[in-house]
């Protein structure tokens, strides 16, 4: 009997998508391709508006347009690196099982993020989810779910060596301690076990497993809050 899994943010159900796949699925679709670029355009805006303080931050700033386009370099690369990999790295890993797996965007929670971005000059983001169809087994649901996390882990510990390599000094060293902040953060919420988050799927298939990775997302977090990495805007 097949399954439907939903992982990363929320586990959100897209009901009115039925899909049917062969037995060996492409790669990715044009909707899913559509469904990530609105999700990381519309959160990418968002976090630089909530870099810059929201509008009225902007508003009152020497120089507007120049402060946004500047933010949106850091939140586009943290949202590369934070979102897009975390969602792809579920998929991949739900390829390997021969899984069909898509990602498809909540447009409610994109819209929410975008408000609060630019309004309120924060952001509550739950963009959407990877879906994966093909019955997983219990050591399958549990490897898919760790995988985004351990991106997020692996990606924020090499951006916190090039930050200690280069500091915040350099506009590289800025955008590297943006990246190590977006990955550290979302490793560690996401290992959170609680309700639809990565953490408790994967206790559900190997408590060692989850306990290794949630004591490592802590320590590069206690890490980076006791270098005092201050990131514009945050």
């Known amino acids: 009997m097949e399954r439907k899994i939903y992982f990363s943010f929320h586990d959100i159900p897209f009901s009115e998508h039925n899909y049917s796949y062969p037995s060996k699925p492409p790669l990715t679709s044009k909707t899913e391709i559509i469904h990530l670029g609105i999700a990381m355009i519309v959160l990418s805006v968002a976090f630089a508006f ?39 790295s579920h998929k991949l890993m ?37 879906n994966v169809w ?16 351990l991106a997020n882990i692996v990606i924020g510990a090499l951006a916190m060596l090039g930050y200690i390599e280069l500091g915040l000094d350099s506009f590289y060293g800025s955008v590297l301690g943006f990246i190590c902040m977006v990955n550290v953060f979302l ?40 270098r005092g990495i201050v990131i514009p805007g945050f």
């Open 50 to 88: 909530a870099m810059a303080e929201g509008i009225f931050g902007l508003i009152y700033s020497s120089d507007p347009l120049g402060n946004i386009l500047y933010y949106l370099q850091f939140s586009s690369l943290g949202i590369l690196t934070g979102f897009f990999f975390h969602e792809l």
């Open 94 to 130: 739900a390829r390997r099982y021969g899984l069909w797996a898509e990602f498809r965007m909540f447009s409610q929670g994109l819209m929410l993020a975008l408000i609060f971005g630019i309004f309120f000059g924060f952001v509550i983001a739950a963009p959407g989810a990877v």
């Open 134 to 149: 093909g019955g997983a087994r219990r050591f399958e649901f549990g490897r898919i779910a760790a995988a985004g996390p």
């Open 187 to 226: 490793a560690f919420f996401n290992l959170i076990p609680f309700g639809p988050l990565d953490g408790r799927k994967i206790i559900a298939w190997n408590s060692i497993v989850w306990a290794v990775m949630f004591i490592i997302s802590i320590f590069l977090l206690v890490v980076y809050m006791g």
